[in-house]
């Protein structure tokens, strides 16, 4: 049915008035007008990776609105913003609407949820708890309109499902570093996951490996530098102490041993293609964000080669891939900005059945599962400068949002 507008409701009042014998009539009844405005959401709570479509309703048809995400983290707010025009209907759909200014351009329903930016200066990358100790995280969504708070609404979006179980790792103890995710109890059997991280260190894809216990599979979120019991630098790291950590992975009582994927991001992918070429039958695929199948020297002044084989330097220039049980599942941005990733991962393909997805306009930071914040593309150095890793945010989010589900299907199947 046809919404009615103020002119129609204007017109209808004088004429009461008329009968009534009063000759009050007022001009602002010109005005269009709309309901109570409400936001509408199909799934308000939802794992971190997964779509929701957000609508409002009950605008006035043409009425100029402006939707807004927060959410918290460690380092402060970040915040995002997009204007609309209401369609005829009195209705704004994120899916098909095309911000008229904002934190992003086009049409792109979890747009609000990836272009927030950080309220802070300097801040460069979203972090939050462990996702142990933060398994929600809220979004707030606000309406305002002519500088009035219209309506709002709060989103959930789960990094790790409840039932889901952890335990931290340690050298000195386990003999890894890390966090074990695993499903909840009584969950079948499904491929595990071993998640390496970055140059950067420590534990970054942490998320990554809550998320895909949250999906049913067993994963290890793996610390080989910068933590406790670890080297301190990226250099002489052993292959055998990745293998180790796949062998405790698969030996999980949620784990089908036999089909243990592995992921590495950046120099992590490195160790990722050594390992699913070197021991095939502990590891049958790879997924290499940001990659390199051309390995690079070790991040320290005091050592020329980043990883060993039985306490030997692993001086091949390039990783063989021709013994992989698997497959190899390249993801890279044709704009990386810290090395050309696409140049440096062709040899992926050389391989039959492997994989090379190419993203454009998207850089270095490519790895994981969308619908976050997305990092800075730019960050300053010591001494001055910045370090451009290539690419736009919104490239990036569009790399993970076609990337994930790719990923998601090469460990079911």
């Keep these: 049915m046809e919404r009615s507008t103020g002119k129609r409701a204007g017109a209808a009042v004088c004429a009461l008035a008329a009968l009534l014998g009063s000759a009050a009539c007022s001009a602002e009844r010109e005005e269009p007008f709309g309901g109570r405005a409400v936001i509408e959401v199909d799934r308000p709570v939802a794992l971190v990776d997964e ?61 609000l949820l990836w272009s927030m930016k950080a309220e802070r200066k ?68 499904a491929a595990p996951a071993l998640v390496i991280g970055g140059s950067e260190g420590g534990e970054s894809m942490r998320d990554v490996a809550a998320l895909l216990a949250s999906r049913g599979h067993p994963a290890l979120s793996v610390c080989y530098f910068g933590c406790e019991g670890r080297p301190k630098e990226l250099a002489r790291i052993g292959l055998e102490y990745f293998a180790q950590a796949a062998g405790l992975l698969a030996r999980q009582h949620a784990a089908d041993p036999g089909r243990l994927l592995v992921i590495g991001a950046s120099r992590g992918s490195e160790p990722a293609q050594m390992l699913a070429q ?27 080669h980043a990883w060993t084989v039985d306490g030997e330097p ?66 300053p150095v010591e001494g001055g400068g910045e370090i451009d890793t290539g690419g736009t945010r919104a490239g990036n989010a569009r790399a993970k949002a076609d990337s994930w589900p790719r990923v998601l299907r090469l460990l079911r199947n």
């Design 51 to 111: 779509k929701v479509r957000i609508r409002v309703t009950g605008l006035a048809p043409g009425q100029e609105i402006t939707v807004s995400a927060e959410t918290g983290s460690l380092h402060g707010d970040w915040r995002s913003r997009a204007v609309f025009r209401a369609d005829g209907r009195g209705v704004v759909d994120l899916a098909r609407a095309e911000p008229l200014r904002g934190t992003y351009g086009g049409a792109d329903g979890m747009g």
């Design 278 to 304: 070197y021991h095939p039958g502990l590891v049958e695929d790879a997924v290499v964000y940001a990659s390199s199948n051309q390995v690079g020297d070790a991040v320290s002044v005091d050592h020329l």
């Design 314 to 379: 692993y001086t091949e220039e390039d990783v063989p891939l021709d013994r992989v049980r698997g497959r190899v599942l390249g993801i890279v941005g044709d704009e990386d900005g810290v090395w050309s990733s696409e140049y440096r991962s062709e040899a992926i393909t050389e391989e039959e059945g492997n994989e090379l997805l190419v993203y454009p306009r998207a850089g270095h930071f490519v790895a994981g599962h969308p619908y976050l914040p997305e990092q800075r593309t730019t960050y």
């Design 122 to 189: 300097g801040v460069g990358s979203y972090r939050t708890e462990p996702p142990h100790q933060r398994p929600g995280l809220d979004v707030r969504l606000t309406v305002t309109g002519e500088g009035a708070e219209l309506a709002e609404r709060t989103l959930t979006r789960v990094q790790m499902a409840e039932g889901v179980r952890h335990r931290e790792l340690t050298a000195d103890e386990d003999g890894v570093a890390g966090t074990l995710y695993l499903p909840p109890e009584g969950a079948p059997k």
